[in-house]
């Protein structure tokens, strides 16, 4: 099948990189490193898993490292294939357009999928070591939950690469995307809400139900919801079981509409 | 049935005309041999069979088949090797053909298909550390994976060396010999004489001239190249020279002015530029080339091709008319005859 001989090329073409390769060496450390540091020094004290991946980990690595990594795999899967010629081959052999953008949001967002399950395996190894309680579901739970996190942005990414013309204009796309979901969402759509204040006072919602909305609609806080809440074993149970519901729902709208939104640029494009 | 058919084809990018009202017809087990100097509007009219690029106007099929809407199928059933293309710097050359061969879920070894284009021993090597000869000797294994209906090849012999490029003919006769459309691009003659059951000439985005190689031969067959060494012509001899009935093409290289035309024009062509006041300090004939030909139709002379071309309104081409422009293009009136 023509999207899986695709994605299967695009997997093994990402887990080669080197720049793949050296940031989940990076991420390993980093997260290895703080399971070390806030490991508990007295011997009565008990630290879990749990706290260590969501005050810590997650909030600091997870949330900051896992979309960059998403954003570099995923920027240059078509417009770097348009500007160097392998689209030529590529359109060459019987694949649709439509086969090449999906195609490669499957294939690299297996390949970073795999990258971050490898990128914890070191960590996992110091907290077995190290004096925690260490609770192995809950660790592998939380690798899942990361990379979902990474697949998204690599399906933004991807969507931004189709549409772009040039790989500057997918750098851009690239960073954009990742300046907005990582380091402004809440600023941002705080200063917003700020701003159109009476104007939401006349909507029939509470100022509380947008700033919910406006958390799960960023991929980024969309999976701190829900892995917070699966670490705390409420996973779709729970006060906020409707906000997960949102935030998952959020999280599949934005692994599909990018890429299928690129793929509308890309289809219509002479190449 | 029809392996390529192109019908009023006009492709424009923002004010630029890269291919002009074209109809082309390419039979079914035929090789043709797509010649024009680079820029004349080849790959674009490649782009527009493999629908990389969309006609501004006209019909592209393929294979019987409409390319707007069925590309996928006919691609299924036609190799490519097109032209600036790169490959995947991290994939060795197997891993190549291996995709082409899944791609279009064939049964095809893919050793098999780099020991048939020379490149059995590179085979595990990265297609990163190629040469671009090896390049386009991975491209063609990945264009003969389940031996293709129709064979598209854009410049096939760039970046070969004459052997490679004698390999590369020797497979073109090949598939062929098994039934295959051959469709193929060049802007060098000579690689599409040996092969070729017929020739078309882009100039301009326009077809100049439709024939086989035995019929363009024919054509030039009265002809002589008649070659002056005339340091002083000017614009007005050249004008004098072109008038002159018999005279089909005349270009000016540096001190030399080359002349084509009718073997009883040649003493009209010195004594005009005698009575334009050049001194012909020597001139000598040869029989015309192909390639002379060739460069007729495809460079013109350069007084003539530039302002009028554009106006020039094109009205369809067939094998015995391949002028749309005949009324400046000298050249082409020969060929009408």
């Known amino acids: 099948m023509s999207l899986a001989a695709i994605a299967r090329k695009d997997f093994r073409e990402t887990v080669q990189s080197r720049g793949m390769i050296a940031l989940v060496v990076l991420f390993s450390l980093l997260v290895a490193a703080f399971a070390y540091a806030v490991r508990p020094t007295g011997e009565s004290e008990q630290f879990a898993t749990e706290l260590l991946l969501s005050a810590f980990v997650g909030r600091f690595l997870v949330t900051t490292l896992v979309p960059l990594v998403g954003v570099v795999v995923g920027y240059n899967a078509v417009s770097g294939e348009r500007e160097s010629g392998s689209l030529k081959l590529l359109l060459s052999l019987p694949h649709s357009r439509a086969d090449v953008v999906l195609g490669k949001v499957a294939g690299r967002g297996a390949a970073l999928a795999l990258a971050v399950f490898a990128g914890f395996l070191l960590p996992a190894l110091v907290l077995i070591a190290a004096p925690v309680v260490f609770n192995a579901g809950a660790f592998l739970g939380y690798t899942v939950f990361a990379a979902a996190l990474g697949v998204v942005f690599v399906a933004i990414s991807v969507g931004c690469s189709a549409a772009s013309s040039t790989q500057r204009r997918a750098l851009i796309g690239g960073v954009g995307v990742y300046v907005l979901f990582v380091l402004l969402w809440g600023p941002l759509t705080g200063q917003l809400v700020g701003a159109v204040g009476p104007v939401v006072d006349a909507l029939p919602v509470s100022a509380a139900q947008i700033n919910v909305f406006l958390r799960v609609s960023n991929p980024t806080t969309a999976v701190e919801a829900l892995s917070n809440a699966f670490l705390a074993e409420q996973l779709f149970s729970g006060d906020t079981v409707n906000q997960q519901l949102s935030a998952a729902a959020m999280l599949v709208f934005w692994t599909l509409a990018p890429p299928l939104a690129g793929l509308l640029k890309f289809d219509a494009d002479d190449l | ?337």
């Open chain 2, 1 to 337: 049935m029809t392996a390529i058919e192109l019908r009023g084809v006009t492709k424009e990018f923002g004010d630029v005309t890269a291919v002009r009202d074209l109809d082309l017809t390419v039979e079914d087990g035929e090789v043709y041999g797509f010649l024009g100097p680079n820029g004349a509007g080849k790959s674009t009219t490649i782009d527009m069979l493999l629908h990389l690029v969309r006609p501004t106007a006209g019909t592209v099929r393929v294979l019987g088949a409409d390319v707007a809407t069925d590309g996928v199928d006919i691609r299924r059933r036609t190799g490519v090797l097109p032209d600036g293309f790169s490959v995947y710097d991290r994939l060795s050359g197997r891993r190549h053909v291996e995709f082409a061969v899944e791609s279009k879920d064939a049964a095809d070894d893919p050793d098999a298909l780099l020991a048939r284009v020379g490149l059995a021993d590179a085979a595990d090597r990265d297609a990163g550390e190629y040469s671009k000869g090896m390049r386009q000797r991975l491209a063609l294994a990945m264009a003969l994976v389940d031996d293709p209906d129709l064979l598209i090849l854009d410049e096939p012999s760039s970046g070969l060396d004459p052997a490679g490029a004698k390999e590369m003919r020797e497979i073109v006769r090949a598939e062929a010999e098994r039934g295959a459309t051959v469709f193929f691009s060049s802007h060098i003659l000579e690689q599409v004489d040996a092969v070729c059951d017929r020739v078309g000439i882009l100039r301009d985005g326009e077809l100049v001239a439709e024939d086989s190689v035995e019929g363009l031969r024919e054509a030039v067959g009265g002809e002589e190249t008649l070659e002056v060494a005339a340091a002083g012509a000017d614009d007005d001899a050249v004008a004098a020279v072109r008038a002159l009935p018999g005279v089909s093409g005349v270009t000016r290289d540096g001190d030399e002015l080359v002349v084509n035309c009718a073997s009883d024009a040649k003493t009209d062509v010195i004594a005009a530029l005698e009575d334009a006041g050049v001194a012909v300090a020597d001139f000598h004939t040869r029989e015309a080339s192909l390639e002379d030909l060739f460069l007729a139709y495809t460079e013109g002379d350069a007084a003539s091709s530039d302002s009028e071309e554009a106006d020039s309104g094109p009205t369809g081409v067939d094998p015995t008319d391949p002028g749309p422009t005949a009324d400046d293009e000298p050249a082409e009136e020969e060929v009408d005859r």
